[in-house]
């Protein structure tokens, strides 16, 4: 069993920052791989970034060179630093954790444990 706590949403204006927190418990939390989802209104969820604990990662192509996930081991904490955020970034986002693969999966029903979400707005 995994929780995830997602934190750090809220509204900016476009072009601006905001990093969102994800904060993993559990028994199986380290030999699972983390992502980032999001749903905008009246869209299906989809991916954003994912990261293994030891650092590798993957991104959705439309917020490469503006997102940043990262992994703080001690604090068991995945980060998704957000820059240059577009009103289309406006969202619903969630943290999940999916069993470890060979690869990191993009897809969302590889991940079994998702928080609660977190809601960005991005005002232009």
């Known amino acids: 069993q995994v929780q995830l706590i997602e934190s750090g949403g809220g509204l900016v204006q476009a072009g601006g920052s905001l990093r969102l927190s994800c904060a993993a418990s559990?028994?199986?939390?380290?030999?699972?791989?983390m992502g980032w989802f999001r749903r905008a209104p009246g869209k299906e969820r989809e991916f954003v970034a994912a990261i293994k604990w030891s650092g590798v990662n993957t991104y959705y192509d439309s917020v490469k060179g503006r997102f940043t996930i990262s992994i703080d081991n001690a604090k068991n904490t995945v980060y998704l630093q957000m820059n240059s955020l577009k009103p289309e970034d406006t969202a619903v986002y969630y943290c999940a954790a999916g069993a470890a693969r060979y690869t990191l999966s993009k897809n969302q029903y590889e991940y079994k444990y998702w928080g609660q979400g977190t809601q960005v707005t991005v005002s232009s």
């Open positions: 559990g028994r199986t939390v380290s030999s699972s791989d």
